[in-house]
């Protein structure tokens, strides 16, 4: 069996979808089909190819990601990565995601990221956990806060088009403050405006909430789903959160305060929080914020070492050297000097001996600040000694931690 890679273009729509939807057990109707077009005009695409047909798939789109520091970098989005089931496990995703990351790194992309279905999937050609999550529920009516937060602005029901407008500019301003955060693409708003039946999932139509702050300026914004319930005859509806974004941690309790306060709503819930989210702080009773999971979200691979740890920031001065192994593209890998503090960094290949040996993987753990040295290095995966240890941790953290609440 033959098995050519090729770069797929807008002719190859859909055909080049059918392993990806295959892979996932999918189909689609002519709305979704509709819906779909509009991502995969956005989308870099390689295809592996078999007697006349797609029997892989895989697709980048083009995200710029925040790094500690308010830095932003070019990143591919790997998105759509299917193989059909007649066709797994003979090497065809090692083969495309090869293209895929050689396509990015021409294109000056610094890094690739990713959401994995399965964890061990995406390990082997260097990715390494960014981000983790929690998600939350919240019972409505024990959210009482110890601080209560001072609300000078007011909250507007929008229509989807006045609401997504607002929203796109909190967004654009509060993924800068955030590592992890990428830049949304137009046409996932326009997907969200739409709110097509199939994405309600049996829910409501979404709400747009805007906060505007004193001079009228949105600056937070929660959308969601209400979701119908009774027990025993009484109402116990579910305010589910599809975004809470607020220009603070203040205007995120507002947003949540509101959500509670909805009449007939008895719960909310929050899939995507951050794991140094402050709201559980806020309740009198902390517990009623209820963690329901937790766990990794984004994953980065690097494709030009120096460039991303040059840009990141770090808390104070320090310079470590770093020896890294690469086994998907050795070429990227080698030993690395990494000199940084707050306002400036400096990275290169160096022939002094390394303080930290490590993987691909886990250089990407470290360049967000989502996984510490030390509890790499107590997992096995990162060598250097307990005085190197203790700094790589301050050096590499970041405040506030990585998180990504996008879903692509
Ligand atoms: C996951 C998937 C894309 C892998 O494609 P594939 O062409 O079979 O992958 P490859 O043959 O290149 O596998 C490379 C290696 O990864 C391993 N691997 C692949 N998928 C894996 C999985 N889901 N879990 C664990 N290991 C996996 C293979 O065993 C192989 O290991 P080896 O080199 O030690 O033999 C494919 O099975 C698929 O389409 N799955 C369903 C859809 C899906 O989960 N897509 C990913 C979305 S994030």
Redesign the pocket.
């Known amino acids: 069996m033959d098995i050519v890679i090729a770069r797929g273009g807008p002719d190859d729509f859909p055909q080049l979808l059918e392993?990806?939807l295959a892979?996932?057990g999918d189909s689609l109707n002519d709305e979704q089909r509709e819906d779909i077009r509009l991502s995969y005009d956005d989308c870099h695409y390689v295809g592996a190819r078999s007697a006349g047909r797609w029997v892989?798939t895989m697709g980048a789109y083009p995200f710029e990601v925040t790094l500690p520091g308010r830095a932003r970098v070019a990143a591919a989005g790997v998105t759509m990565?299917?193989?059909l089931?007649t066709?797994?496990?003979?090497?065809?995703?090692?083969?495309l995601m090869d293209g895929l990351l050689d396509d990015a790194a021409g294109r000056g992309d610094v890094l690739a990221v990713?959401?994995?279905?399965?964890a061990?999937?995406?390990g082997?050609f260097g990715f390494g956990v960014a981000s983790e999550f929690t998600s939350v529920a919240i019972e409505a009516d024990r959210a009482r806060f110890t601080v209560d937060p001072i609300d000078d602005g007011e909250l507007v029901l929008c229509d989807p088009i006045e609401g997504s407008k607002l929203a796109e500019e909190v967004w654009d301003r509060q993924r800068l403050a955030r590592p992890g955060a990428i830049s949304r693409r137009p046409w996932m708003w326009e997907l969200w405006r739409r709110d097509r039946e199939h994405d309600r999932k049996g829910d409501s139509a979404l709400f747009w909430a805007v906060h505007l702050d004193a001079s009228g300026s949105s600056d937070g914004y929660t959308t969601y789903r209400i979701s119908e319930g009774e027990h025993r005859g009484l109402p116990r509806y579910t305010a589910k959160v599809v975004d809470l974004v607020g220009a603070d941690a203040d205007v995120e309790a507002i947003l949540l305060r509101f959500l509670c306060s909805l009449d007939l709503v008895r719960e909310v819930e929050i899939p995507l929080r951050s794991v140094d989210d402050p709201l559980r702080y806020r309740l009198v009773d902390g517990r009623q914020l209820q963690v329901t999971e937790l766990g990794d979200f984004l994953w980065a691979r690097i494709l030009d070492v120096p460039r991303a740890f040059e840009v990141r920031r770090y808390p104070f001065d320090d310079a470590l050297v770093v020896e890294v192994e690469d086994r998907f593209r050795p070429d990227v890998g080698g030993r690395f000097l990494i000199a940084g503090g707050p306002d400036s960094a400096h990275c290169e290949r160096t022939d002094a001996p390394a303080d930290i040996e490590l993987g691909a993987s886990e250089l990407a753990s470290l360049l967000f600040g989502a996984v510490a040295p030390s509890v790499l290095a107590d997992a096995g995966r990162l060598r250097a000694d307990d005085a190197t240890l203790a700094r790589a941790d301050a050096f590499f953290t970041s405040t506030p931690k990585p998180f990504n609440a996008t879903e692509f």
């Open positions: 392993p990806v892979a996932f892989g990565v299917g193989v089931p066709h797994r496990r003979r090497g065809i995703t090692t083969r990713l959401l994995a279905m399965e061990p999937i995406y082997r």
